[in-house]
């Protein structure tokens, strides 16, 4: 059985412990949070053996196998850190690192201590991309030609996201990534992205971030593929999650957050889906979102391959190669011109 150590008490920290429930191979025995009453009372709703106020000590206990950072942006680096220095394997949230030579440090870390490492990177284990991209790797649309992504909602929910200086970036580095990475599992990570062209703007948010809320990139593969991804925190009215691929033989298309149940209900009944933005009226609820978005499909797949030895599907690397592509991105937004991708070490 591995042991699962979980380092926040947030949004994404809840997500990842629900998936556990779905992974017979693991158990989660700890987690931490800075506030002893967070850290207490997510102990008591996923029945986490011991909770922590101090990572260090999470980290270094004989009790954890694997650690997950389920942290802010700007507390990945020293997360990885002591989980790496206490000789524990490390899962961590995306993006891995604000910059690509943050993502590089990461990266050097891990790979200094030997450790084992995964990079949560939820969109390519969702069933409708995992479908999608089994058809495509059949052939089922011949050679693929280009990817178009949205991903967007109406803003995050916690003051770090907007803060861009210590987060790092705005809509782009938050959705972008889950983007960026799509294209790389459909376009081959043998296949790098070589160029970039991108704009950015803060529309709608100017009173609570200096980062862009809306952002459109190309992506010029070195095989010719051209992926055109929007990334945005100004669309009202839920999750919009979406692809389309399109090849010499056909298309397919994705929508992560399209639901099975919708209604006009008058009184609100409490969660709908994530960022629904209305809680009466015609709403859209998305059952299992846990399992929809892949959190479950991709914490199987880490704590198996883990467990087996094997190198996962994401892993560091993936992370770090993410982080410079979105570095080009963030330098065409200012030079207004294409970019070529430079890795950072
Ligand atoms: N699809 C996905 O994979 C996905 C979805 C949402 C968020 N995320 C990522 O997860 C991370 C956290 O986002 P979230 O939505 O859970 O945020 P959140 O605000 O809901 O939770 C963050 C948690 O970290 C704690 N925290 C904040 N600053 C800290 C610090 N300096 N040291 C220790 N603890 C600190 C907070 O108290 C809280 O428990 C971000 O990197 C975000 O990009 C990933």
Redesign the pocket.
Known sequence: MIRVGI???????D?YADSLLDVREAVLTANY???PD?ATAFATRWKSRTHHTD?TELCASADVDLVVI???????VEAVRLAASAGKAVIC???LARTGAEAAEILRIVREAGVWHGY????VFSPSLQKAHQMAAAGGIGELLTMRAREAHSG???P??WDAMSAGGGALL?MGC?TVESARHFFGKDNPVVEVFAHGATVVHGDKTTGEDTAVALLKFEGGQLAIIESAWTEKGGMQLRHEFVGTGGRLVTDTSVTSVWGFIEKPVGHLVEKSGADTGWVYPVPEETRA?G?SQQMRHFVQSFETGRTPLETFEDGWVVNCILDACYRSMSTRTWEPVTFAS
């Open positions: 380092l926040g008490s947030g949004f994404i920290a997500c949070s800075r506030n967070r990572m389920a942290l802010p942006n700007e507390a990945h949230t995306k993006p949560a990177e939820s969109s995050p929910h916690a770090h996201f938050d889950h978005y959190f």
